[in-house]
Each structure stands twice: as C-alpha cells, then as structure tokens.
C-alpha cells in the first residue's frame, strides 16, 4: 500500500469552510440538524456518520489548538482563559447532544447493516460511552480538565539558578550527568528545593482532583474512580487483576536486573553506594553526550534519521516543520514535559517536547515521531472515530519507533564510542523503565481505591510502592523529604489519570517488535506501517497480530523479553 506524506487538510462537506468555534451557538444548530436528521435508509445512516465526524473533526481540532497555545506559553492568561472558556462552556453543553446522538444512531435499524468487521470496535465504544453517560457528570468533568491543567502552569514557572544563570528543571537535568559528584549534589538539592516550594500548592491541587474524580465514579455507579476509568478507557482486553500480575513480574524478573545495571553503574564511577543522584553521571573524564545543541538541529537530524529509515518517515516530519507543527526548545513558561498532539482536521499533528541537548531528548523525538507516523498513516481512514486508536497501540507506535531508529543514530553520534554508548543507555532505559511504570500504575491503584485519604496517608502509600519496586542499592538516607514528593514530577497523575500501564504494555510490544525487526528489517516494518494504519478498526489483539506480534504481557513474555534485551546489552559492546 502506497502512503503519501504531502497530507492534505481534509475538506468539509457538511460545515462551512471558513468555519470557527466562537462560542456555543455557532455549533448547537449542526447538533440540533443532526438530532432531527432522518435516517431511513443505510445510505441515509452513513451520510449522518460522515456528517457527525466532521464535526467532532472541527471541535477536536479546535480544543487541541487551544491547549497547544496554552501549553507553549503558560504565562499567558489569554491563552489560558481560551481553553478554559471552551471547557467550561462550550463543552459542557456538547455533552447532552452527543449521548443524543449515540443513542439515536444505536436506536437505527440500519446499524445492523454496516460492516460489522469495520464497525465493531466504534460500536462497542459507542455503546460504552451511552453506559458511562451521566448529566450530573457534565459540570465536573468541565472543572477536572481546567483543574488539571493548572499542574503545568505550576510547574512551568519552576525554574534554578545555577553558575549565575537561570534553567528550567528540565535544562537542569543536564548537570546531573556531570562526573562531579559535589555539583550533581548541588544542582540535585536546588531542584528538590523548588519542586518543595510548591508541594502543597501541588497537594492542594491533587486533593481537589481526586474528590472530583471520586464524585464522577460515583454518579456513573461505580465504587471507586479505578473500576470507572477502566471502563471509560476501553480496557476491554485486559482487567486490574491482569495489571496487578504484571507489577508482580516486573518485580520479579526486570528490578534485579536494574540492579545489576546500577551495580555496574556504581564500579564505573568509582562509588562505595549509590544515590539518586549519581544513575545519570557519567565516570571521571567522559562527558555527557551531546547529540544536538538546539531545537532545530535536533529536528534536521530527525529528519535525515527518519528518511535513512525509510523514506516515507523522513516525508512526514518534513510535512509537518513546512506546517510548523514543532516547538522542541525548553524554555521559562512552557508547560513541562512532550506529547505528539493529532489534529483530527489537519492530519498532520503537532509535536511538543523540552529539549536541553541531551541523549534523552533523541530519544523523546524519536519516540513523537512514532506517534506522529500514526497520526499520518491513519489520517486517510473515512471516521473520526477510526483514528482514535487505543493507548495501547499508540505507545506501541512510539516506543518501537525509539528501538527501531538506534540503527540511524550515527546521525546524531559520529564517534563509534559514543553511539555505542547511546545505544547501551536507550537499552537500559528500556528495561528501568518498568519498575516505575509499576510504581506509578500501582500508586494509582491505591489513590482511586482510598477515597478520602490523608495527605500523610498518600505520603505513606507512595513511599511504601516506591520502596517495592526501587532497586535496592539506590539509597535515600538524608534525601527522604524529595522521595516524598517525587510523584509530583508525574504529570500524568494530575493531567490523565490511569494513563501509564500502557507504556509498559507498549513497551513489552516494542521488544518483541524490535526482536522481529532484527530477523526482518523490512518485513516489521512493513507490519508496523500496516497496524498503525488500521487506526482503531482493529481490537488490541488484532492490532497487535497485525504488526506481527502477540498482545501479551504475562510473567512468561516479562521474563523472555528482558532476557533478550540482555543479549542485546552486551552485544552492542562486541
């Protein structure tokens, strides 16, 4: 199947060209036409879903620009006052209509003529959200997605002064790779120090989330705001029960490992123990790598790394700098963190990172950039509905990309020594990893489960997780208070809860892609194009067989994938 890069804005049929949200009214009358519409025939029920996917097309669009804008300048209020307005609302009143329009469309006749193989992964979702709907729901949810956005305007302001010169946390990061243990120490306690000026700013916060989250379990009937989510996220092929064996195996099989890995870490700098401190450092005499020394750089040989891949992934970033879809550079006032954004319209999306030259920053670009191929590769699909693939394969789009593109890192490493290094590092983050995918997940587990605890209760959780799954020579003696807050660095507990296992799902299936991709280069890649394709016309198992591989995250898979990676360790050093 030939795939063009040069993607092409879709045209609208149903809503003018020159349309914009401004306000609620300019949308209710296309809801309105679309609730009374007649569907009196198959021909007439596929126009109304081309029509209704067109709109939501319009309005996701719309909102991600808003928190593109907002997320690149959190200092901006009008930014911010934008995407509040649209949460607040104009979504809010969106809500009734769309479970109008579930339920009218599930109420047709001729929902039993469409394809049931194309259709049934859209249908078991709509029949989902017609489950989870509830009106006591629509208010709440408005305030939750303000709420939590207010974590990045937090911790974008956080800043350090090191050498007289101002950093944002994540350009700091960089000095903990130095050799210096006395100025990793340093740069350790200035950041500790400014993430605890906003602890109970950030605690205060949390509280208001979880009782909100709580109320909506709640109203929904559910118990807790765990067995909701797992609803409301589609976990149809996996259960908490499936989650909770999987933090067993990663305790089993992979944190030993990681101790291994930081064993070896502790000789080579020459250390009677380890802190946290000291797993970034690099031993006396060997810099840091520095792979790029700005934004731009890092997306021109982005680019040349994605085309010595294939062509075609070279084509889509291209697309998307013509389109000035990047802002890669860490600054003062940017929201923390990276995404890859889908704009449901404009096909091409928009990636979002903080890069500070770093080893870690290639990799987080490689790791959009998958996203971003799966946003290409599904854009000609006919659906809204049909892009909106599951987490699951999304990370898996990412993450393979990150093992498959170690091949085209001579772009970023022309010393031999160093890609070697380069490739050793992204190896063993593969693998450490895992322990705090498993903490983070199983913290959540505790949160959602324990309605109305303390914050000394949750302080107590976390260390109590955090100490389960740590690798047992990183010690913490006189750093107890930053332990205490390092959840905080998550942003994905404030902003989307309950997204996290499925970067260790994704991760377990990047291995078996990167596996498959060592006996056949061309023929993975092929699948890999095939099942990113397919969007969300697939199930997990399906989309998964379709790249070649097993959905499998079992004990068994655990223990044999980390065992290959290990092969794979020691092999980039022969």
């Not at 050498?163 to 006395?182: G, H, I, P, V, W």
């Not at 994605?306 to 890669?328: E, T």
């Not at 500070?356 to 799966?374: F, N, P, Q, S, W």
Request: include cysteine.
């Amino acid at each position: 199947m030939q795939h063009n890069a040069d993607i092409q804005k879709i045209t609208r049929h149903y809503l003018p060209h020159d349309f914009s949200i401004v306000n609620w009214e300019s949308l209710q009358s296309y809801f309105e036409e679309l609730s009374q519409r007649p569907l009196d025939s198959l021909q007439a029920l596929e126009q109304w879903m081309k029509d209704t996917s067109e709109l939501q097309a319009v309005i996701s669009e719309d909102v991600c620009w808003r928190q593109i804008r907002m997320t690149c300048d959190t200092e901006n209020k009008s930014l911010e006052e934008a995407f509040n307005f649209f949460c607040m609302e104009i979504e809010p009143k969106i809500k009734p209509y769309a479970d109008a329009l579930n339920k009218k469309m599930m109420a047709c006749p001729f929902v039993k003529e469409l394809d049931q193989k194309l259709y049934y992964t859209y249908l078991r979702g709509v029949e989902k959200e017609i489950r989870l709907f509830n009106e006591k729901n629509i208010e709440l949810s408005a305030e939750l997605n303000v709420l939590a956005q207010h974590y990045g305007s937090i911790t974008g302001k956080m800043s350090v002064t090191i050498e007289d010169k101002e950093y944002t946390l994540q350009q700091a990061a960089k000095f903990l790779m130095l050799s210096d243990r006395n100025k990793r120490l340093d740069v350790y306690t200035k950041v500790n120090e400014r993430r605890k000026q906003d602890e109970d700013e950030l605690n205060k916060l949390f509280d208001e989330l979880l009782a909100k989250r709580h109320q909506v379990a709640l109203n929904a009937g559910f118990q807790n705001y765990r067995d909701y989510k797992f609803e409301e996220l589609g976990r149809f092929d996996y259960s908490v029960k499936d989650c909770e064996n999987f933090h067993d195996s990663i305790k089993q099989f992979i944190t030993p490992i990681v101790e291994q890995l930081y064993e070896h870490k502790r000789k080579q700098l020459g250390l009677d123990h380890l802190k946290p401190y000291d797993v970034d450092a690099e031993p006396e005499g060997q810099k840091p790598l520095e792979p790029f020394q700005n934004g731009e750089e890092l997306l021109e040989k982005s680019i040349q790394a994605f085309s010595n891949l294939r062509p075609y992934f070279g084509d889509c970033l291209r697309k998307m700098k013509a389109l000035n879809q990047f802002d890669l550079d860490s600054r003062k006032g940017k929201a923390p963190g990276g995404y890859n954004c889908p704009l449901a319209e404009t096909g091409a999306p928009f990636i979002f990172m903080n890069a500070a030259g770093t080893a870690d920053d290639v990799v987080t670009m490689m790791h959009e950039g998958g996203h971003a191929l799966h946003s290409f590769l599904s854009h000609d699909l006919s659906l809204s509905a049909f892009k909106e693939y599951p987490m699951e394969m999304a990370e898996l789009a990412s993450m393979s990309m990150e093992l498959f593109s170690m091949d085209q890192w001579p772009v970023f490493y022309t010393n031999e020594a160093e890609l070697k290094r380069a490739k050793a590092e992204e190896l063993e983050r593969a693998l450490s990893i895992f322990p705090w995918i498993a903490t983070i997940d199983k913290f959540q587990h505790w949160l959602y489960t324990h309605p109305g605890h303390s914050v000394a209760e949750r302080t107590s959780a976390w260390l109590e997780i955090h100490q389960e799954f740590s690798p047992k020579n990183i010690l913490w003696d006189g750093l107890e208070s930053y332990r205490a807050i390092l959840w905080q660095k998550q942003l994905h507990l404030f902003e989307v809860p309950f997204y996290y296992i499925e970067y260790g799902i994704a991760q377990l299936g990047a291995l078996a892609m990167w596996k498959q991709y060592k006996a056949d280069k061309e023929k993975t890649l092929d699948l890999y194009m095939l099942a990113l394709s397919k969007g969300n016309t697939q199930t997990l198992p399906e989309l998964y067989k379709t790249a070649g591989i097993r959905f499998d995250f079992s004990a068994e898979t655990v223990r044999e994938l980390s065992e290959f990676v290990q092969v794979e360790m020691k092999a980039v050093f022969e």
